[in-house]
């Protein structure tokens, strides 16, 4: 297949991006690595009229950690899997790099396509979620914050980004103190699309469990997983606190069925990766962040 034909323009600055998005509206895609676009595009599944690549706003790549930890949205994902201010400040985001796809895939795609995108199956919105992240977005009309959870809401494929909005970086903040992590997903194959997976970022005074926040995805869309949030806060680290969480993230989790699985195959999954996760979580309690 050959995409359906539009205009190419490749801003070399963010204000020239803008300029361009101000201009083409709902008509324009942004293009940044291209994992998801481009195949849509020879599908002719988007048939955008304007497109408009960012790979040369050189100002949109970068990684800073001071603090919070601020990512442009154009970095790639391999700088981020590999990057040992990201593994030091949340060692949860490259354990779910080294999920998604394949290398050649991680070399070209972005964590900022990976976020605007929002395929239900995606690792980082689910793990953004958990550690609170935000992002921002900008136009020509200024600039705006938004929440993980505001940005996603219950969306597939689609944010509330707004069509002459930038996503322009993820920023997160601090680990708490004593704050670990768990990851767990479940592929067919490794590189495969994850049928479900489960962040699980904990907080605990000594085995008291003081914050909990999980991160799901591979249902209808990346979610929070509130009902075992609460079960978790003010339990006790072990079996009994764990089943009790799974059963409220499978709860919780909006499933869906398809080719690849049952809405019951992923409730179950949820509930299973949940347990799994938090137990990898409350192995490290005593030291590392979230």
Do not use: C, W
């Not at 481009?38 to 988007?46: E, K, T």
């Not at 764990?242 to 869906?256: I, L, S, V």
């Not at 699985?261 to 799994?276: D, Q």
């Amino acid at each position: 297949m050959k995409p359906a034909v539009f205009d190419y323009s490749a801003p070399e600055s963010i204000g020239e991006a803008l300029d361009l998005l101000a201009e083409h509206g709902s008509g324009a895609k942004v293009l940044a690595g291209g994992q998801s676009l481009v195949p849509m595009l020879n599908f002719r599944l988007a048939r955008p009229a304007h497109l408009i690549d960012v790979n040369g706003v050189g100002s949109l790549s970068y990684i800073s950690a001071n603090g919070s930890l601020r990512i442009g949205a154009m970095t790639r994902l391999t700088a981020v899997g590999e990057s040992g201010a990201v593994a030091g400040a949340h060692p949860v985001i490259p354990a779910a790099v080294a999920e998604i796809g394949h290398r050649a895939i991680r070399n070209r795609g972005t964590i900022g396509g990976s976020v605007a995108h929002n395929d239900p199956a995606a690792e980082l919105p689910a793990v953004l979620m958990a550690l609170d992240a935000e992002v921002t977005a900008r136009s020509t009309d200024g600039e705006r914050v938004i929440g993980m959870q505001d940005l996603i809401e219950d969306r597939l494929f689609d944010t509330t980004l707004g069509d002459t909005e930038l996503l322009t970086e993820i920023r997160i903040p601090a680990a708490a103190a004593g704050s670990t992590f768990g990851f767990r997903e479940f592929a067919r194959r490794h590189g495969d699309f994850a049928l479900a997976g489960v962040a699980a970022v904990i907080t605990t005074d000594g085995s008291t469990i003081t914050h909990a926040a999980l991160g799901a995805f591979g249902g209808t869309h990346a979610t929070r997983l509130p009902t075992a949030e609460a079960a978790l806060v003010g339990a006790e680290t072990g079996d009994a606190a764990f089943a009790a969480a799974g059963a409220g993230a499978a709860a919780d989790f909006p499933a869906t069925s398809d080719v690849h699985g049952t809405a019951e195959y992923r409730s179950h999954l949820i509930n299973v990766l949940t347990v799994r996760a938090l137990n990898d979580a409350s192995g490290q309690a005593g030291g590392g962040n979230g």
